[in-house]
């Protein structure tokens, strides 16, 4: 009976560990003729894909709550609500039943796509169809009705076409730095494509934007724009954009980034998060994240006047209310070269730990998300109290702000990259890396900018850590280090 009851459980263990174990992999999503890849796998014998990634390419919305249990899909008028691990969502005001649970992966949301793309061709123009013996999911090409963009250098300049299906009413404008934005009403691009024709012979960027049924495509030139006229042309249908300008060649300019506005790396803004009235996530301990976070930017600023190669300037230097625009304003206004945000992370896991940098782009994960959402909460809570203009309600400022938060994304990235590596070396505690997300303190910043949380404040070890003089040094010190690699790899000569 012993050796019976052994093998039982040998038996019931290995059917434990089997049950819901998954196989990563991907599968192919075909639109317009392009062939995309989204993340995929199984749970038993059920096939799951990322959603999250699904819609970076149908477009629509995804909202996370502060935790991550909660998720919402808007689309069009319609608003679809999950909680992870159920099986029932909320479309409009019916719940229905996906037979098995929303998934949760590595900070992704995964569906099962036989029994939800039948709910989600209800609230997409797009037929979308799933094959499960090919494992696949097709989106008809005929939803998109802006399909492409060419360049083509000609004798007296630079030819632009924007591929339609059919004729749409558009507005063209010149922004500074040489950008062309070209404003298509009705209009769905296939961004994919689109973004697959940038030439880096004539260009700096390429970039479209979708917000509801305003499509952009914009692209700043590496010439100044002075003469240059626009005009719908038929068959086929498409917007002509002609630059006059013969000194247009095809030899690959320096594409090194120029950042600050004399070339020089020297104004350096320091941004204590919260502050005043607004405490900031606050420790088991009763520490408050206010507190922390100004006093490792004063070691910063130490760091910085001490080596006297930079002028450094603090968005606050003591305990005092600020609003997101107010730190930014403070930023710009003192032309900054780089904006460093400093914050203390939290979460309802006490043993969740870390350090992570973000820079600014469209969060790709759920942590970055409820890192986000918590540290915009403020901004969102100005905003209704002085009943603004959120950028969701215009389409055109919803795309210009967009494409101002981009404008220093590379750099951005790069800088944040920096700091992890610096922080790597001297600060001992778990290593979240680099990370992006849509903060609005960034945002609103007109330079290469980050956000650094420089630990868990709802840990209690971490907590101890982050009150500590000396680990205020070190995180002080790794930025620091950054900031000067920064400035050798670009300030100009």
């Known amino acids: 009976m012993k050796y019976i009851r052994v093998i039982a459980t040998i038996i019931i263990l290995a059917l434990i560990t089997s049950t819901g174990t998954s196989a990563a992999g991907t599968v192919d999503v075909y639109v317009s003729g392009n062939?995309?890849?989204?993340?995929?796998t199984t749970e038993g014998s059920v096939a799951y894909v990322s959603f999250s990634q699904l819609v970076e390419i149908l477009g629509g919305?995804?909202?996370?709550?502060?935790?991550?249990?909660?998720i919402s899909y808007t689309r069009e008028n319609s608003r679809l609500e999950f909680t992870v691990d159920s099986p029932y969502f909320k479309l409009n005001d019916t719940v229905y039943n996906l037979t098995f649970p929303v998934k949760l992966i590595d900070g992704q949301m995964y569906l099962p796509p036989m029994t939800f793309i039948p709910?989600?061709?209800r609230v997409s123009p797009q037929q979308i169809t799933y094959s499960e013996q090919s494992g696949s999911i097709r989106i008809e090409s005929e939803y998109f009705n802006v399909t492409d963009i060419a360049f083509s250098r000609k004798a007296n300049g630079l030819l632009v076409e924007i591929y339609l299906t059919?004729?749409?009413?558009?507005?063209?404008?010149?922004t500074e730095g040489n950008w062309i934005n070209v404003s298509i009403r009705d209009a769905k691009l296939n961004q994919s494509k689109i973004l697959s024709r940038k030439d880096s012979r004539f260009m700096y960027r390429l970039k479209t934007h979708q917000i509801?049924?305003?499509?952009?495509?914009?692209?700043r030139l590496k010439r100044n724009v002075e003469k240059w006229h626009h005009k719908i042309v038929y068959d086929p249908p498409r917007i002509q954009i002609s630059i006059a300008d013969a000194a247009?060649?095809?030899?690959?300019?320096?594409?090194?980034p120029v950042v600050g506005p004399d070339n020089k790396i020297d104004v350096i803004v320091i941004d204590p998060g919260h502050g005043g009235g607004d405490y900031g996530a606050i420790g088991k301990g009763g520490t408050r994240e206010k507190d922390i976070v100004l006093g490792i930017s004063k070691e910063l600023a130490k760091l910085i006047r001490k080596d006297k190669q930079f002028k450094v300037i603090m968005t606050r230097d003591r305990d005092k209310t600020l609003t997101l625009q107010q730190r930014a304003d403070v930023?710009?206004?003192?032309?900054?070269?780089?904006?460093?945000?400093?914050?203390?992370?939290s979460s309802l896991k006490k043993d969740v730990r870390g350090w992570n940098v973000f820079f600014l782009a469209q969060a790709k994960n759920d942590s970055a998300r409820a890192v986000a959402q918590f540290e915009n909460s403020a901004f969102l809570k100005d905003q209704r109290?002085?009943?603004?203009?959120?950028?969701?309600e215009d389409p055109i400022l919803g795309i210009l702000n967009e494409m101002i938060m981009t404008e220093f994304q590379a750099e951005s990235h790069d800088f944040a990259m920096m700091i992890d590596r610096e922080m790597r070396r001297s600060v001992k505690i778990p290593a979240r890396g680099v990370d992006q997300a849509g903060f609005y303190v960034l945002n609103m910043v007109f330079s290469p900018s980050v956000l650094v949380e420089s630990g868990f404040i709802s840990n209690r070890n971490e907590e101890k850590l982050l009150k500590s003089s000396k680990y205020q040094k070190k995180v002080a010190r790794a930025i620091y280090e950054a900031i000067k690699r920064f400035r050798s790899k670009y300030e100009s000569n």
């Open 35 to 40: 062939t995309e890849k989204i993340n995929a």
């Open 61 to 70: 919305m995804l909202d996370w709550d502060l935790v991550g249990h909660r």
């Open 119 to 121: 709910f989600l061709n």
């Open 166 to 174: 059919t004729t749409l009413a558009y507005d063209i404008f010149l």
């Open 212 to 219: 509801g049924e305003t499509g952009q495509v914009s692209f």
């Open 248 to 256: 247009f060649n095809l030899d690959t300019a320096d594409t090194a």
């Open 331 to 345: 930023a710009n206004m003192a032309a900054a070269d780089l904006f460093i945000s400093i914050h203390a992370n």
């Open 385 to 392: 109290i002085a009943g603004s203009i959120e950028y969701g």
